[in-house]
C-alpha cells in the first residue's frame, strides 16, 4: 500500500529558531500533499495544501510566512516553522493521495506518522 | 460547507463488550465517508470507507460501519472490543475524486477499554 513518511518524528528547538519537517511519500508519487495541526486531544486542522511545481494553498488564518512549504519533487514536501515560538509546538501531520490506485484518484489519504515539534 | 460532528468525546468500554462510534455528516453531493485510527503519537490509520454499494462496509481489526443516508450517518461499530482498540477514532468526509480535494474531519471519539 502506499506509505508517506515524516522526519522527524520529534524535534525540540529554542525560541526563534526555524525548524524543517520533511514529508515524503516511499512507494508513489504525489502532486498534492496536505499538511494537518492538530493540538492535543483535538482534531485535525488544514494548514495547507502543498502543489509540486507550485506555490502551496493556505487555509484561512495560516500565516504564510510563518509556516514555508515547499514540494519541489513528487515525492517530497517540507514544511518550515519560521522563527519558531512556544505557541508553534504541536503535532505536524501530512498526507497524500496515491494516484496509481485503480487509475482513479480517489478520496483516501495515506498519512504520515506526525512530527510533534516542542519550542522551549 | 461540509462538515463531520462526532458527539461522543470520550467513551469507555469493557473488553470483549460491543462498540459504536456514532458520525454524522452534511455534505453537498454524494460523500466519500471514512474512519481513521490514531494511536497516540502517531499518524493516522485508515480503518475503512464508503462511496457506494453495499451500505455496510467490512473494515480492517474487525470493525465495520453502515452508511445511512437518511439519517446522514456513518457509524463505527465492532462487536468485541479488545484492549488494543483503545485510540482516538475520527470519521472524514470529501469528494469521490481530485488530488487536491480536501477531508473535513470530525472532532474525534477517544475510546478507553477497561479490563
Known amino acids: 500500500g502506499a506509505v508517506v513518511s515524516q522526519h522527524p518524528s520529534w524535534v525540540i528547538c529554542k525560541s526563534g529558531t526555524s525548524v524543517k519537517i520533511e514529508c515524503r511519500s516511499l512507494d508513489f508519487q504525489a502532486t498534492t500533499m496536505f499538511w494537518y495541526r492538530q493540538f492535543p486531544k483535538q482534531s485535525l486542522m488544514l494548514m495547507a495544501t502543498?502543489?509540486?511545481?507550485?506555490?502551496?494553498?493556505?487555509e484561512q488564518g495560516v500565516e504564510k510566512d510563518k509556516f514555508l512549504i515547499n514540494h519541489a519533487s513528487l515525492t517530497l514536501s517540507t514544511l518550515t516553522v519560521t522563527s519558531a515560538h512556544p505557541e508553534d509546538s504541536s503535532f505536524y501531520i501530512c498526507?497524500?493521495?496515491?494516484?496509481?490506485?485503480?487509475?482513479?484518484?480517489?478520496?483516501?489519504?495515506?498519512f504520515g506518522e506526525g512530527s510533534r515539534l516542542t519550542v522551549l | 460547507a461540509q462538515s463531520v460532528t462526532q458527539p461522543d468525546i470520550h467513551i469507555t468500554v469493557s473488553e470483549g463488550a460491543s462498540l459504536e462510534l456514532r458520525c454524522n455528516y452534511s455534505y453537498g453531493a454524494t460523500p466519500y465517508l471514512f474512519w481513521y485510527v490514531q494511536s497516540p503519537g502517531q499518524g493516522l490509520q485508515l480503518l475503512l470507507k464508503y462511496f457506494s454499494g453495499d451500505t455496510l462496509v467490512q473494515g480492517i481489526k474487525g470493525f465495520e460501519a453502515e452508511f445511512k443516508r437518511s439519517q446522514s450517518s456513518f457509524n463505527l461499530r465492532k462487536p468485541s472490543v479488545h484492549w488494543s482498540d483503545a485510540a482516538e477514532y475520527f470519521c472524514?468526509?470529501?469528494?469521490?475524486?481530485?488530488?487536491?480535494?480536501?477531508?473535513?474531519f470530525g472532532t474525534g471519539t477517544r475510546l478507553q477499554v477497561t479490563l
Open positions: 502543498s502543489n509540486e511545481g507550485s506555490k502551496a494553498t493556505y
Open positions: 498526507s497524500a493521495r496515491d494516484p496509481q490506485i485503480t487509475g482513479v484518484v480517489t478520496g483516501e489519504l495515506f
Open positions: 472524514a468526509v470529501g469528494p469521490y475524486t481530485g488530488t487536491a480535494s480536501k477531508l473535513t
